[in-house]
């Protein structure tokens, strides 16, 4: 009698197992979810068949898509079913792979504070490379439109000159965008309709005078610079916030893990 109820008794936490659980579950679903918009943007490009593409992934809002959402998708699914049938491989590779991203994102930070100069570099190249593909990926192109547009309100990296570095928007090009920036440069008016040809000939010297009266001129970096600084409290909150998440997942794995071993070494004396 003795001996059933020591097997009857368990020392696992149903909180923790369940709370392990949904929250994997949540975290699963939200990664299928990005991984299928990634996949389903790729195939409407058609990018399987012209894998010669692939040199520009790194510029493919696409496969940052697919990426992130298998990373979810995989680390929800170890959490998931390793806190569901207390597999404890399945709870250590998740706190594994938890304590990876965690450890990844301090040192960036880290660096990024540290290196703010040399970040800013490659920020920069970044978003040069998307000046010079913006019409070469249609993925790229809404990026890029929806930060100027909608977020950021800027033109270019550094300035609206920055667009000459594209060959469709250079002065020399033949073509009709020639000495122009794109839509999303445009400043915002109470017409009706709008006019998506406000851009055109704007680089040209003869528009000096009504240039900042049509386009934003501040280019995307220090824009971005001056909304970090705005909302620095809530991005650091956001940071913080995933910071906790991340520790709590990573605590709640261990303890699950605890509990299972010690459940096992109850029953196997």
């Not at 920020?123 to 192109?141: C, F, K, S």
């Amino acid at each position: 009698m003795p001996r059933k109820r020591r097997r009857d008794s368990t020392e696992v936490s149903c909180m923790i197992k369940y709370l392990m659980f949904g929250f994997n579950v949540l975290f699963w679903l939200i990664g299928t979810g990005i991984c299928a918009i990634g996949l389903w943007a790729w195939t409407e490009k058609d990018m399987f068949t012209n894998i010669g593409r692939l040199t520009n992934v790194a510029l493919d809002p696409a496969m940052v898509f697919i990426m992130i959402g298998g990373v979810m998708f995989i680390i929800g699914f170890a959490g998931c079913i390793g806190a569901l049938r207390e597999n404890t491989k399945l709870l250590l590779f998740f706190s594994v792979c938890v304590g990876l991203i965690f450890t990844v994102e301090l040192v960036f930070a880290i660096l990024a504070f540290v290196y703010k100069g040399w970040v800013q570099v490659q920020i920069e190249t970044q978003i040069h490379n998307m000046i010079v593909n913006y019409r070469d990926d249609p993925d790229l192109q809404n990026l890029v439109d929806w930060v100027q547009k909608d977020w950021l309100k800027c033109c270019g990296v550094t300035d609206y000159r920055d667009w000459e570095m594209n060959i469709y928007f250079n002065c020399t090009s033949p073509g009709g965008e020639a000495c122009g920036v794109p839509f999303s440069c445009c400043k915002p008016t109470d017409a009706v309709i709008a006019n998506r040809h406000c851009g055109y000939e704007i680089m040209k010297s003869s528009n000096d005078f009504k240039r900042a009266g049509v386009i934003y001129t501040e280019g995307c970096i220090p824009s971005g610079q001056m909304w970090f600084e705005k909302n620095l409290i809530p991005v650091a909150s956001v940071a913080v916030a995933l910071a906790v998440l991340q520790i709590l997942g990573i605590c709640f794995a261990h303890n699950l893990r605890g509990d299972i071993n010690r459940q096992k070494s109850r029953w196997r004396h």
